[in-house]
């Protein structure tokens, strides 16, 4: 499939960090978890899409995040970690060549994501726990040109 097909056939929206996004799982459970502010749901999921020319930008939320690869071209997971120093992921099928299948983001970290030199695009499923809420989600500023 193209990512056209899949934007169309998951009925994916625009996800402000970059690419597209679909909502597939938010659980019922409730919690009350410290640092946050309210309840949150458990867990929850989303596809995840980019395609040639955008990329996910730095941002940051309050949970771990676990990356999986589904389709198309390998992604580039980029972090800072706790020490300013960047780290790289390749979130693909090619194991063979160093990419994984899936990929934990540490809460609180800055990170972002774009597609391999030549990519068209990726397809990925992001799980979030204590599940995802807008109120914990933080781009990063830009710096001033």
Not at 92 to 120: N, P, S
Request: proline share 3%.
């Amino acid at each position: 499939m193209t990512a056209a097909q899949y934007i169309q056939h998951l009925e994916m929206h625009p996800h402000p960090e970059g690419g597209y996004y679909k909502e597939t799982y938010r659980s019922d459970l409730q919690v009350m978890i410290d640092g946050f502010d309210g309840e949150r749901s458990i867990c929850t999921s989303i596809y995840f899409l980019l395609q040639e020319g955008q990329k996910s930008a730095m941002h940051r939320i309050k949970s771990d995040e676990i990356w999986y690869h589904h389709d198309g071209n390998a992604l580039e997971i980029v972090e800072i970690d706790e020490t300013g120093k960047e780290i790289v992921t390749l979130l693909g099928k090619q194991l063979d060549q160093g990419q994984v299948l899936q990929h934990v983001v540490k809460a609180h970290r800055w990170f972002g994501a774009r597609l391999v030199e030549g990519g068209k695009f990726c397809l990925v499923g992001c799980q979030v726990s204590p599940g995802f809420d807008f109120r914990d989600f933080e781009l990063r500023q830009q710096e001033p040109a």
